[in-house]
């Protein structure tokens, strides 16, 4: 079989996958990540939606994804795990180590030409976070249940219609002026704090809106990132080359990897843990 030729990065952000939920579309991840060889990967919250997590849906596509990460850190590939709110569960673990595997909640990198990145998720912003969590929650629970929706009318559209794809939930967020100016008020702000703590970048997820901008106010000027999400923009941050781009998966890339040679023996979930476990026990070692 022809090996595939790896894009090497130097650092990967990915951020508000959800891993668990019907939104998440960890094929397309589970493609994209097998096409890029990082040093450093940056795990940017919400990775695992333990909120909506569920014992009867755990597909073998979500399995793959994790185990593919484990074989990283087996190779001493840098991974940091930054905790969100869909898995600030996980904010009981901080600071577990083990290998190249690190809990925290934010991060800051040096960069090349001593320029400084500051990550975080980024829901410390978020008021509905901060006072009415539950209202969070079912706003979460909702979101699943609109992608679910917008799934079956993308099947009838294609099959039926021949048209592209709809998305209902940026429909709804692009139309409602509340959430734009609660983007525009969370880009300002992480970039103003980022400003005064004299840092060149700040990268977030979150609110799901992939973004590379600058940011500027008296006291200097800031580049902000955020690295989107996979369950309706399917993109992700790379930093190669002393500089940061924004990528975007495209649909046909799957397609063609499907008629290609692209081949991996299907397992099901039993026998990816077994073999995650025995990874697990390397990284112990």
Known sequence: MKEIKRKKLDILVLSDIHL???????????HYLKSVKPKVVVLNGDIID???????????????????????????????????NHDEMLRKFL????????????????????????????DVFDVTMQHSKWLAKMGAAGYDGLILINRVANFVMSKVFKKGKLSFSKRIKNSVKGAVKFINNFEQTVADIGISNNYNFVICGHIHQPEIKEFSNISGKIVYLNSGDWIENLTSLEYANKQWSLYKYDDNQLL????????EEELDNSKLFNDMLAEFNLLRC
Not at 20 to 30: D, F, N, S, V, W
Request: net charge positive.
């Open 50 to 84: 333990i909120w909506q997590f569920s014992k009867s849906y755990w597909p073998h596509s979500h399995m793959k994804v994790i185990k593919h990460l484990m074989n990283w850190m087996t190779k001493g590939v840098k991974i940091y795990y930054i905790t969100g």
């Open 20 to 30: 668990g939920t019907y939104g998440c579309h960890a094929k397309e991840l589970l």
């Open 256 to 263: 063609q990897s499907k008629k290609g040679n692209d081949y």
């Open 95 to 122: 600071g577990f180590k083990m290998g190249s595997f690190t809990i925290v909640n934010k991060l800051v990198l040096n960069l090349n030409d001593d320029e400084k990145a500051w990550f975080f998720h980024g």
